[in-house]
């Protein structure tokens, strides 16, 4: 019996002869009864069968299913006719009441200053999560970007599903615009009461708003210069905040700073906080306060911190970045620590932060007196995310650059071998920085002790196979002139396997 039975491949069937029903006998009585029944009403309320999974029907046999296929054809005739019925009394909506992105009726209509009418939640994701700037139909570059409601448009798309009894959308509440919440924030410096309804509300708006336009209004109405302020007097006022999870208690300072950092403040107001206000050091106010989170926060405001920064130097002209304390470095190597706990998203952070400011100026040698070298290679032993490894291995290209970050590299014990470790196991990007690296040690630091490591390790062996398989040509070049620069040392070495050796460059 077994042997005549086919699988899902073939419809489910089974051999005619062998006494067994495959799922094609349900379907051949489906057919039968819908001719019998024509459009003959079938009673909905029919309650749904437990159907079974195809393999198992394909195992019942044959006097056990007439009462399965009794009930099966019950349920499945009353949806098909159902649907015929919907398909019947389906209603053209008029043209002008869909919106020209979405093709979908309008619950919302607006108008930009082409006079082109869209739905609110279309054009908002248009402008301000796409970040176009020109109408969608006219292609012209808008005038500016403020949505009109049209109000009669509403009304009679309103009307018409009234009249054809389909469900009348709701009337929606009227958006937030600049000036409400520019009359907030005025009102928030009044009283602490005033600031902690200001905060709840802007908290509100932040997290809970889906598309960017309600964001732009925040930034436009200038919450974020008021956040800003929060942030650098270290506001300790305790506020109750409503999470997901149920409410918890806060510092004002703690607040402002998810609002902010939650908020992804456009490139343009970003560089208005640098260098707004300067102590007597010469530091930026709100970066002194932002490393103050960093040093004795919690990990969830440190991590708001980090990653405002990142935005924050991003948005910054390549000058202002050229002076940063050290004391700095040293806060952000603290968040690369993998013992830290940390959010994966802050350690990428960080990453990027050091990836952005150290080749400035010097940079780089505050980064490696404050143990940015040995963090970052544990950081690369313990983590085989891709893009992880790909930033570490550019900070640590970076750092290389200079001789003591190159001392600090061949001071670590595992430093060659897990930068050789990560060639051709991560991606071609990261291949080519570790190549980079090992080029150069190679050019300036290859010490007798240093070639013997990188025989012992494996790094040679793992440069041979490099000329072998398939990599950029840029590649391919560093890792021949590092073979070739201690090809003495190297090419009678036993170390390397004989498949390999015929690949080592003359």
Known sequence: MGANRRGRGNGG?????????????VNRAL????RETGSKETDKSAVQPTIPDEPAVVGVKQGEIAVYIEKTNRYYISIFIGFVHEMEEEIDVPPHFLCPISIQLMRDPVAVSTGITYDRESIERWLFSCKNDTCPVTKQVLSNIDLTPNHTLRRLIQSWCTLNSLERIPTPKPPIDVTHIGKLINDAKKSPEMQ??????LRSI?????????KYCLESAGAVEFLASIIKRNDSTILEVELENGLDFKRSSQEALSILSHLEASVATLKKLINKDIDDNGDDLFLVSLMRVLKCGNHESRSHAIMLIKSIFEAADPNQLVNIRSEFFSLVVDILRYDNKMPEKARKGALKIL???CPRGRNRIKAVENSAVPVLVELLMQTSERRVCEIVLVVLDQLCGCAEGRAELLKHGAGLAIVSKKILRVSHSATDRAVKILLSISRVSATSRVLQEMLDVGVVAKLCLVMQVKTSLKTKERAEEILKLHSRVWRKSTCIPPHLLSSYPS
């Open 31 to 34: 057919m039968e009864e819908l």
């Open 196 to 201: 902690q309804k200001c905060l709840q509300r």
């Open 13 to 25: 069937r089974s051999g005619e002869g062998d006494g067994w029903w495959g799922w094609s006998v």
């Open 206 to 214: 932040a997290f809970r708003s889906e598309l960017r336009s309600k």
């Open 355 to 357: 990836a952005e400011v």
